[in-house]
């Protein structure tokens, strides 16, 4: 039976997940200790600093690919015009 949720987001919401190829890590700290709360944003803050630099020499290495390939500025600026356009 289909769920109104589903027909109305075109989604399923998590819990009615059930492969085990596809297990995300989904940790709930609305009950944790103070403590608990704290590690758990160090985890994530050092998780999320070492993807960021494991990325890194990625991004430069496609900055650079950009620029020897094209001539323009590595990003591209548009003026906008109209209404509100300042």
Not at 2 to 21: C, G, M, N, W
Not at 37 to 57: E, G, H, N, Q, T
Not at 61 to 82: D, M, N, T, Y
């Amino acid at each position: 039976m289909r769920v109104f949720y589903q027909d109305l987001t075109r989604k399923v919401p998590i819990e009615h997940v059930h492969d085990a190829s596809f297990t995300p890590i989904l940790i709930s700290c609305a009950k944790c200790s103070l403590y608990n709360r704290r590690v758990k944003r160090v985890l994530d803050l050092a998780l999320s600093l070492a993807c960021i630099m494991l990325s890194l020499p990625i991004a430069l290495f496609v900055a650079i690919a950009i620029k020897l390939e094209s001539r323009g500025p590595l990003f591209f600026w548009q003026e906008r015009v109209g209404r509100g356009a300042t």
